[in-house]
């Protein structure tokens, strides 16, 4: 590796900041709109004990999204911590496909943890808690973030392709 190229390759951005971006907001996405605005669940709304339709349960489940979105809320900072460190450290900034890229890649990623870890494995809650928790609601969720996954790869991928075709010392 010439030292040119090693320069080069100590000044690309970081992948890092982008996917933690994607996880923090994917988490406020869910958060918000599934659990705060469709009440379609809460955190820990289908553990017995704590159903949502008494009061004990409710404050139960609140608490539960609270500490949910105080988990996005650091996932967000440590992107937007990661962003600022590179930019000091004199990393070029990337094209949008690339940053955007690792957040729809973040985000889907998310979904696919949270569907499979949440719904599947420990069956806190689900989808569409709401409905009795129908699987089809769980299968569209995992079925999103994959292709979430897929599509914001291909962007980032794009992007990178980009920065491969910038001019020597353009950056």
Do not use: K
Not at 75 to 84: H, K, M, P, Q
């Amino acid at each position: 590796m010439t030292i040119a190229s090693r320069a080069g390759a100590a000044r690309m951005p970081t992948r890092s900041s982008g996917l933690l971006l994607g996880l923090g907001f994917g988490g406020f996405v869910d958060g918000i709109v599934f659990h705060q605005i469709l009440q379609w669940h809460h955190m820990i709304s289908s553990v017995e004990g704590d159903p949502v339709t008494t009061v004990a349960g409710l404050e139960a489940n609140t608490v539960a999204d609270g500490l949910f979105h105080l988990g996005t809320w650091a996932l967000t900072l440590a992107g937007t911590v990661t962003a600022l460190v590179a930019w000091r450290q004199g990393r070029i900034a990337p094209s949008w496909s690339f940053q955007f890229g690792l957040v729809l890649a973040g985000w889907g990623i998310f979904d696919l943890v949270e569907g499979l870890v949440d719904h599947q494995l420990l069956g806190v809650h689900h989808v569409r808690d709401d409905l009795g928790a129908p699987l089809s609601w769980d299968i569209g969720f995992l079925v999103f973030g994959a292709l979430l996954v897929v599509a914001g790869w291909s962007l980032h991928r794009r992007g990178v392709r980009a920065l491969g075709r910038r001019p020597a010392g353009d950056g």
